[in-house]
């Protein structure tokens, strides 16, 4: 009789056992599309057995399921989180250059060739006539489709610069998020094991979020022994580092800030007011090796690396302020050399006495004029309203202070003077006064175009044409980065979804296994209730 128990005893737990089995291979059925999930497996064991009353041997008891394991390779989660930080450096870097690639738009019909093209064939014209009033009133206005375009670049260069800093403040909210979130988990997981239990869900959710976090920014992820626990297990904490520095330590949260740079703390002298500097909260710098973060901060903040005038070096990388550096540079060095023939030849990048020597328009006679002194090219003033040449050069009379002006010129004011916008007949195009048909001073003005002295890198089409080349390789470089990068990171997410992904094809299998288990288990149950019916009802009635 016992024994017939006994017998129902171990189908039973069979019963249970398939069940428990069948229960897992659900829960991965149902988590097949879900970001980050680790397929589960039931650990299977013999019962514990039982040893027979005459002594004679042990009899088994069934089979129990021991638990569930969460199939996961934590090699790759380092492997990811280590390649995840340069891709996003690189994707971010790519955003933002392919925004400046698109904004000088070259080649194209209204890129800076065409524009300076039409300038200078404008004069050209105006060297034919040089009384035309139609053809001066030409020369003026594509002189101011020039500066345009200058202030166009500048404007969009210093919108670009803000909302990349707007994106660093994000990702900023973006990292102290995920860490919050982390914490979080990390007391659920705790409280969780502390019965010898796994928690495999809620680990695969932490994962998913240092996933996240690692394209964000350099992050290092591990657990941490720390002692035991009363029952002698492994007290283990979770610790995620930013450059060494804890940013979550198990149940702590230290969190990233952002400080808004004062005049002094600018890293270049073109950038805009009030950018982000990123530290940690209790006020320690931080630094950032890798991750969208860094992307962002490179290309607002790099150029090469330079060191301002309040001795705060930029980083190592040609971003925004580089290119509004170069942007910069070209104005001054075009409108000074335009207006008072001046070219720096030995590229010291001060006034030279010896220098000095060309004829600007400055030096020039308009139409039936016999006043000198008038700048072409000056700068916007309050109001965003044109300069008049005396407003621009502010009483300055001698070469190191009329130099010296053009400093204050920017991509961004650049403009025709208003000596030159309410009059055009004042465009100088002779070198002696009222000699309409003496265009010495235009034909200096023309020679400019073909000057290779006025840059280290040529004549002023030269100069353009190799900051497009750089930023075209720039964006290359960054394109093939983040190619190079998204291979490895998707070669490392496939090897992750081979490990650790629920396959269909497998489940069903599963499905199929455990389901003829339970069935014979069920079939068990069944034999044995045939024996109780032959032994209860038929042998003792």
């Known amino acids: 009789m016992g024994e017939s128990f006994f017998g129902l005893n171990v189908a039973v737990r069979g019963l249970f056992t398939a069940q428990r089995n069948l229960d897992t291979v659900n829960h991965n059925l149902n988590n097949v599309n879900t970001p980050g999930y680790s397929r589960q497996q039931s650990v299977q064991a013999a019962s514990r057995p039982m040893a027979l009353y005459d002594g004679t041997g042990m009899v088994g008891t069934g089979a129990d399921v021991t638990g569930v394991k969460r199939v996961h390779d934590e090699y790759l989660d380092f492997k990811y989180w280590s390649e995840n930080s340069p891709y996003g450096e690189w994707d971010a870097k790519q955003e933002v250059m392919s925004e400046i690639e698109t904004a000088f738009n070259e080649p194209s019909d209204s890129g800076f060739t065409t524009i300076m093209s039409d300038f200078y064939s404008s004069m050209q014209e105006l060297a034919k006539d040089p009384g035309s009033e139609s053809v001066r009133a030409l020369v003026k206005q594509k002189g101011i489709t020039l500066t345009k375009y200058f202030n166009s670049m500048g404007t969009h260069l210093e919108n670009l610069q803000q909302d990349t800093n707007y994106k660093i403040m994000t990702k900023v909210n973006e990292v102290n998020s995920y860490a919050t979130q982390i914490q979080q988990l990390n007391r659920e997981i705790y409280v969780s094991e502390l019965d010898g239990n796994t928690a495999n869900d809620l680990r695969d959710s932490r994962t998913l979020l240092v996933d996240k976090l690692s394209k964000l920014v350099n992050v290092e992820a591990s657990e941490v022994v720390y002692g035991t626990k009363p029952d002698g297990s492994e007290d283990k904490h979770f610790v995620v580092t930013i450059s060494g520095k804890a940013l979550v330590d198990h149940f702590n949260v230290s969190k990233l800030a952002l400080d808004q740079r004062s005049s002094d703390e600018k890293v270049n002298d073109e950038d805009i007011g009030n950018l982000y500097n990123v530290r940690w909260e209790d006020g320690n710098s931080l630094t950032i090796k890798g991750g969208e973060l860094k992307g962002y901060l490179d290309v607002r903040d790099g150029n090469e690396g ?8 930029s980083p190592d990388y040609k971003g925004i302020p580089f290119y509004q550096e170069k942007l910069n540079e070209f104005v001054r060095t075009f409108a000074r050399a335009f207006n008072e023939g001046y070219i720096d030849t030995d590229g010291d990048k001060s006034y030279d006495a010896g220098e000095d020597s060309g004829t600007g328009h400055a030096d020039g006679y308009g139409h039936d004029s016999s006043v000198t002194g008038t700048r072409f090219f000056t700068m916007m003033g309050t109001g965003d309203q044109e300069m008049s040449s005396t407003d621009f050069l502010g009483g300055a009379s001698t070469g190191t202070d009329i130099y010296g002006a053009y400093d204050k010129l920017t991509a961004k004011n650049f403009s025709v003077s208003s000596d030159v916008i309410d009059d055009p007949n004042l465009i100088a195009t002779s070198d002696t006064a009222l000699e309409d048909g003496n265009i010495n001073t235009l034909n200096s003005l023309l020679d400019f175009r073909q000057n290779a002295d006025m840059f280290s890198e040529g004549a002023p089409e030269d100069f353009m044409k190799s900051l497009i080349a750089t930023m075209g390789i720039d964006s290359q470089q960054a394109q093939n980065y983040v190619a190079n990068e998204e291979v490895i990171v998707n070669q490392i997410t496939n090897r ?19 389901q003829q288990a339970y069935n014979a288990s069920a079939k068990m149950i069944q034999t044995m209730g045939e024996v109780y019916d032959i032994l209860i009802n038929q042998l003792f009635a």
């Open 496 to 514: 992750r979804t081979s490990d650790s992904g629920v396959s269909i094809d497998e489940e069903m299998t599963n499905l199929v296994k455990f």
């Open 306 to 313: 330079e060191t301002g005038s309040n001795g705060i070096a």
